[in-house]
Every structure is written in C-alpha cells, then in structure tokens.
C-alpha cells in the first residue's frame, strides 16, 4: 500500500523485521521450555520469506514471538527499526498484521464489515469508520482480489474466498509486515497457487511477507528468503536455491522432497 | 443485499423495535387485574386526575415501577447476554455463565433458610425489612462470586477458563443451596422457591433510584465498548493482533455484564431465558453481529419482550398472577426456535 511505500523512501535502510540473538518457546513459574533459536534474521519490504520446517519444530511459536503475541526467552526482535518490547499493542498493531491458521466464527457479517474491522487501530473509540477507512477498506478488499465478495455474508464463502477476505482484513490493518500462519492449509490445489500468487503480488507491491507453510514446492518457487527449522531446533536462514543445493531440504525433509524441492526452483 | 439495502433494513427493524417497546410499555400500564382506558393512564402519567382515584394509585404506584422495571430488567440482561456470548464466542452463554444467580441464590438462601431474625420475617410475609435483605443478600452474593471470577479473569490467558471456573462455582453454591435446603423447614423453603420464581413487582420508587442508575450507566458503557466487542468477534487472538488488552477487555466486558445481570437478579430474582434469547433474536431480526447494531437493538428487544411476559403474567382482567420465570420461556423459546430456523443455517453465533 502507499503508505508502506513512503515510509520506506523515509527510512530506506530500515528492515521491516528484524532478530538478533533469538530464542523462543515457553516459560511457565520456573520450567522454561526452549522451542527454536535462531541466528539474525532481516526482512526488507518487498521480500518473502517462508518458514519451513516438520511438525511441531516450532513455526507458530516463532511466528507468534516475531508477531509481538508471546515473548521470546533471549534475544530481541525489531520491528520497524524499534525493539517490540518497546511499543505499545497499538504501535505494534499498525506495523504488522497477522492471518492465523484457524477461521474464528464470526457469524453473520459482511466480509466488507469483516475487513473493517481490520481498521482497529485506527479508528476512535467509537470504531466508526471514515471515509478515508473506507476507501482503505475498499483498496484492501481490491488488494487481495475479494472486492467481489465485500457484500457477501462470511459464513457463506467457501474456504479459499474466506482466506482472501482475512487477507484483505489483514490488510486494512495497513501493516507493512504481514505474518500468516498456514494460510493454505484448507486450500484446494488451485486456490494454494491464487494465494501464493497473491502474496508474491502483495510483496511486489512493497509488503513484507512471511509465511509458516508445508507447501514445499509452492514456497520455494516464490519466496525470496527460506527460514527452515531444522532438525536440531536451529533456524537456518537461507535461499531458495541455497536451501535445495546446500542439502539443508534433504536433512530436514528427506531425500524425496529434495528432488522435489529441485524441480520447484526450475519455475521461478 | 446491497450496502444501502443492508442499512435501510436496520434501520427499519431498530424503528420498529422502539415502536414495539413504546406499545408493550402502553400495554403494560393499561392491562392488569383492572383494565384501565388509555387515556386514563396518559391524564395520570402527566399528572392530571383520572376519573377514579384509585386508578392513579393503580397506576403510580404500581403499574409504573413495575412496567420500569420490566424494562430495565429486559433490556440489562438482553445486552449482558449479548456480552456474554460474544466474550465467550459461544451461543449458549448468558448472563448467569459466570455464576451470578449462583451467587445471589446463595445469598437469599443463606438469609431465608439458615438466616435468624430476618428469615423469621420474610417467611411471615413479605414485609418490607426483609425485602430489602433480600435484595441485599442476593447483590452481596452475586458480587462475590463475580469477584473471584474478575480475580480469575485478570490473570488467566484463556477465557474458557473463565467459563469453566465461572460453572464450577455455580455447582459449588448449587450444592451448599440443596444442603440448606435439605435442613430448613418447609415453610422456609417455600419462601426461597418463590425467590426463585423472579418477579417484577416487588421493586418500589426506593429501589428503582439505585436500580434505574446502575443498568443505565452499565448499558451506555457497553454501547461505549462496541468496537472492543466487534473486535472480539474475531476471537481474543486475533483481537489481541489488532491492538485489543485482552485481559483488560475481559475484565470490563466481566463487570459490566455483572453488574447488570446482577442488579436485576438482586431486585428482581433469577430471571431466565431472556438473556440467552434476545440477543439470538435481535442478530436473527437484524441480520448482523455488528454490535453498533446489536446493543441498541438488544436494549429495545429485551426491555419489549421482558414486558410483554409481564402482560402476560399478569392474566389481563383476573387476579391470577403467574410466575414470571415460567412465562418468559414458555413464550419465549418457541418464538426463537421459529426465528432462528427462518434465518440463515449459521446464524448461531
């Protein structure tokens, strides 16, 4: 979005997202358990990155330490230049937005209201929108290609629509890093390709994206940055093409998702 | 439905919605033991002479604080229910989830079945002293149990925690209620039974003074939090991603539907149904989860439909009375089984 963009001729040096250091996972009284660590990793507005890695490694904690919703054990993550831990749930709030695996259950909504609720933020305290909310409401539902379900109610659509309108509210956030957790796991084969599609699209025009995701060959064939967890709870963050010819997608996957993995980088 | 379509049907509906709250709060001062003319009741309420003195009484002193009181007792739990099923994004949650009729029926049962002095009045007749400790002992117990919940709230980071520890206290009291019970002498027991049939006219012009203030101020601060409630509909993880304090949020939505509920349950007894059915019926009629819509709609729908049960308690032209309680859902749940069966098949939440 605009917005995004100026910010970033403001401040060209400033990655979106930043770590130094990182270690996440959970601390309860006195048990503390260490999920992931990882070495320094930097998103640039217009870059992708893919969070790979088998189950249970760790990607939604580290999507929700880097999305400011859970506090990491050691180390710092940098948003928008400033540590999270020094902004506020309102300042963290209109930098970056979050598409969560699970669909809540609204009920009966528009989805045009749905996205407006993206809004929050932004709004008084009354959450009445301007005209300017509403034009921004427009451009999102416009950005990820849902205008034409703005007047459909969201317990109608199906779950490839529905994903596109949490997108789009994503969006009204105006966030310039945008963090989704598996957003193609209800998806149909078709509608996992319009999604990636979709945040390639939305990276190009100067969003920072990162994605937890299973879909080996669709995230290499568009990321930009690979963050794979592997089998040692260490992130390693690499390339598409380094992550396959370094042979870091064998010892993490297997042999069979490496030739795979090498077939997906002939389409990028 | 387009957008300006969506917006002339709310606005229609909410309209019509008023205009339902001013005919059932006519209706209510006409129709009783004595039908009483309209006019009659209008040349009362602004201070003229009806044709018979005892009318004015009729209506004054009791018709009036009684149709107040259904009103406000409606339309407070209307929007504590509305509150409720959205802070738990659960259907079936209504103002009493978190233990407030637990609470207040613990109260009165301390004071009516294992009470000394007071209980001795109470049993003997409804006087006014122990009416009023009644009251007492039913917001004193109410508050108790929402404040171990509030402590609860604040702390824990999952609501249904909450949910769960708001039921479990009410199993807790429930039982502590059935031992008193089982040792309190009959005549005692039926006083604490009739407790729990709720009713709307034992409120006096006295009670309505803290009454009227409290569900006011409550009811304007939740239509004041309709953009944190609209948050929550998305669940607390994504609102907490938007810039919501979760656990401040909780507290508030927690105090606020207490304080309502519990008010109405401390002047009026355990009232059911209506918290659970309107706002079923307001999102049904209105079509939205919107809760700029939905409070309004939830105020004016409760407080019509709470009325309309006393119309109907009272058995127009009889001196037979029926318990409020019974009514409320006996006309209540067909019409919203019939209204939620009409509108769209997920309209549940």
């Known amino acids: 979005m605009s917005h995004a963009l100026d910010h970033d001729r403001a401040r060209p040096d400033a990655a979106v997202l930043a770590t130094t250091g990182l270690a996440v996972g959970y601390r309860r009284r006195r048990a503390t358990t260490r999920v992931l660590g990882s070495g320094p990793l930097a998103l640039a507005p217009g870059q992708v990155a893919v969070l790979l890695g088998p189950n249970g490694a760790g990607k939604s904690t580290l999507l929700r330490t880097l999305a400011g919703s859970q506090v990491p054990l050691d180390g710092q993550v940098v948003l928008g230049g400033d540590p999270l831990d020094h902004l506020s749930l309102h300042e963290i709030a209109i930098r970056r937005s979050v598409v969560l695996t699970d669909y809540p259950d609204v009920g009966m909504l528009r989805a045009r209201d749905l996205v407006g609720l993206g809004r929050y933020p932004h709004t008084g305290w009354g959450g009445r929108l301007t005209d300017h909310d509403h034009g921004v409401v427009e451009e999102s539902l416009a950005a990820a290609g849902a205008e034409h379900l703005a007047d459909r109610s969201v317990d109608r659509l199906s779950d490839g629509e529905r994903q596109r309108v949490m997108i789009a509210r994503a969006l009204a956030q105006e966030p310039r890093l945008l963090l989704l957790d598996e957003p193609t796991a209800f998806l149909d084969i078709g509608a996992r390709f319009e999604l990636m599609g979709l945040l390639r699209q939305l990276a190009d025009d100067g969003l920072a994206v990162v994605l937890a995701t299973h879909e080996l060959e669709l995230a290499l064939a568009h990321a930009d940055l690979v963050w794979l967890i592997d089998g040692r709870r260490q992130l390693i963050a690499t390339t598409p093409v380094a992550a396959v010819t370094g042979g870091h997608i064998a010892d993490v996957f297997g042999p069979k998702a490496a030739e795979l993995a090498h077939r997906s980088l002939a389409h990028r | ?349």
């Open chain 2, 1 to 349: 439905m387009t957008a300006t379509g969506a917006a002339q049907h709310r606005v229609a509906a909410l309209t019509a919605m008023g205009a339902s709250l001013i005919v059932t709060f006519g209706l209510a001062l006409t129709l009783g033991s004595v039908l009483i003319p309209l006019d009659q009741v209008a040349t009362v309420l602004v201070g003229g002479e009806a044709d018979r003195d005892a009318w004015e009484t009729i209506v004054l002193d009791i018709r009036l604080p009684r149709a107040i009181t259904a009103a406000l007792a409606g339309a407070a739990l209307g929007v504590a229910g509305l509150q409720m099923q959205t802070l738990f994004r659960n259907p079936l949650a209504d103002p009493f989830t978190l233990g407030i009729t637990s609470g207040a029926s613990l109260g009165v049962a301390l004071l009516t079945l294992a009470g000394a002095g007071a209980a001795g009045a109470f049993a003997s007749g409804l006087g006014l002293g122990a009416a009023v400790g009644v009251t007492a002992a039913a917001g004193l117990g109410a508050a108790a149990v929402v404040s171990l919940v509030l402590v609860l709230a604040g702390r824990v980071r999952n609501t249904v925690t909450v949910l769960v520890v708001g039921l479990m206290v009410g199993f807790t009291t429930g039982s502590i209620v059935s031992l008193l019970i089982w040792f309190a002498d009959p005549e005692r027991i039926s006083a604490f039974v009739r407790w729990g049939f709720g009713t709307f006219r034992t409120t006096t012009w006295d009670e309505l003074r803290i009454f009227t203030p409290v569900v006011v101020v409550a009811l304007v601060a939740t239509a004041l939090s309709a953009k944190v409630l609209n948050a929550l509909l998305l669940g607390e993880r994504y609102a907490e991603t938007m810039g919501v304090r979760i656990r401040r949020a909780r507290v508030g939505v927690v105090i606020t539907a207490s304080a309502l509920a519990g008010t109405v349950t401390a002047f009026a007894g355990p009232i059911g149904f209506l918290g659970i059915a309107v706002p079923h019926l307001a999102r049904a009629l209105l079509d939205t989860n919107d809760h700029r819509v939905l409070v309004p709609a939830s105020v004016l729908l409760g407080a019509s439909v709470a009325l309309l049960a006393e119309i109907v308690a009272q058995v127009p032209g009889n001196d037979v009375t029926l318990p409020i309680n019974a009514i409320t859902a006996l006309i209540g749940a067909p019409v919203v089984v019939v209204v939620l069966l009409r509108a769209s098949p997920r309209s549940f939440a």
